[in-house]
T-cell receptor, first 112, second 110 residues
Framework: DGGITQSPKYLFRKEGQNVTLSCEQNLNHDAMYWYRQDPGQGLRLIYYSQIVNDFQKGDIAEGYSVSREKKESFPLTVTSAQKNPTAFYLC???????????FGQGTRLTVV | LAKTTQPISMDSYEGQEVNITCSHNNIATNDYITWYQQFPSQGPRFIIQGYKTKVTNEVASLFIPADRKSSTLSLPRVSLSDTAVYYCLVGDLADRKLIWGLGTSLAVNP
């Protein structure tokens, strides 16, 4: 089955710890994205990547880092520099930036 | 950047047709209009995309007038499972200023 997989679904971390969220796709898409969604709000772009070994900051990149070493994988690290990390994180992929995007099921991160 | 405006919420009943209108006065020449559906605690799901006139697929229709300053998503014969938030987007996903907004929360009643 082709799709995009995020893991884990729920994640708890102590304040001050870095945490990495996984995103894998087997759709052979070039573009991948990370979004953050806060309760009752729309999505906000954290990072996107159009091709392997290249990525660009989105609107709220501060406190986050990414890597794109393989086409299939686009992990997001939430660092201790992120002031309000508790949120719902969504990963997506698409053939190109102007085409239909496929989203994962999300990771709900809670920092205590 | 084309800002979109859509109703915060709508109510409907099973079997009715639902039309959600989105205004985007500053749409750029090369911008597409895309609609997504999102259920609670899930990722958005693509519904339909268009550039001008009318686009139809197996789940919805998208009507875009000639001036492209608005668009209307039409859901025929909604069911309870169509209760969700619907987002209208103008532009591409990698635009760092793309605004998803609050979307339209559609409630379908029995």
């Amino acid at each position: 089955d082709g799709g995009i997989t995020q893991s884990p679904k729920y994640l708890f971390r102590k304040e001050g710890q870095n945490v990495t969220l996984s995103c894998e796709q087997n759709l052979n898409h070039d573009a991948m994205y990370w979004y953050r969604q806060d309760p009752g709000q729309g999505l906000r772009l954290i990072y996107y990547s159009q091709i392997v070994n290249d990525f660009q900051k989105g609107d709220i990149a501060e406190g986050y880092s990414v890597s794109r070493e393989k086409k299939e994988s686009f992990p997001l690290t939430v660092t201790s520099a992120q002031k309000n990390p508790t949120a719902f994180y969504l990963c997506a992929s698409s053939p190109r930036r102007d085409t239909e995007a496929f989203f994962g099921q999300g990771t709900r991160l809670t920092v205590v | 950047l084309a800002k979109t405006t859509q109703p915060i919420s709508m109510d409907s009943y099973e079997g009715q047709e639902v039309n959600i209108t989105c205004s985007h006065n500053n749409i750029a020449t090369n911008d597409y209009i895309t609609w997504y559906q999102q259920f609670p605690s899930q990722g958005p799901r693509f519904i339909i995309q268009g550039y001008k006139t009318k686009v139809t697929n197996e789940v919805a229709s998208l009507f875009i007038p000639a001036d492209r300053k608005s668009s209307t998503l039409s859901l025929p014969r909604v069911s309870l499972s169509d209760t969700a938030v619907y987002y209208c987007l103008v532009g591409d996903l990698a635009d760092r200023k793309l605004i998803w907004g609050l979307g339209t929360s559609l409630a379908v009643n029995p």
